[in-house]
Nanobody, 124 residues
């Protein structure tokens, strides 16, 4: 079992930055690929970025490339999402999720453990 707790969300103006954190309870955190998803009101949840177990491979959805950076500190059992140049369309609840797979999956059904989410609101 892995428990995930997100933090770092909030209200920011367009062009601003936020850093989200996802803290995991498991001592075997390094066994999990971790992704950040988001869900805007009235829309389906979508993968934003994901990072493999040792951080050697990452994936980003096209509309965040060059603005968002995913990273992890396995010594702290934490994954981060640095979000720069935020836009109003980035407004959503952001979730982190863990997958026992060693490879990157872009669909949520491959992620077994989920956090409760953190709200990010970008004002124009």
């Amino acid at each position: 079992q892995v428990q995930l707790v997100e933090s770092g969300g909030g209200l920011v103006q367009a062009g601003g930055s936020l850093r989200l954190s996802c803290a995991a309870s498991s001592r075997t955190f390094t066994a999990y690929t971790v992704g950040w998803f988001r869900q805007a009101p009235g829309k389906a949840r979508e993968l934003v970025a994901t990072i493999t177990r040792n951080g050697d491979s990452t994936y980003y959805v096209d509309n965040v490339k060059g603005r968002f950076t995913i990273s992890r500190d396995n010594a702290k059992n934490t994954v981060y999402l640095q979000m720069n140049s935020l836009k109003p369309e980035d407004t959503a609840v952001y979730f982190c999720a863990a997958s026992s797979s060693a490879i990157i999956w872009t669909t949520e059904n491959h992620y077994q453990y989920w956090g409760q989410g953190t709200q990010v609101t970008v004002s124009s």
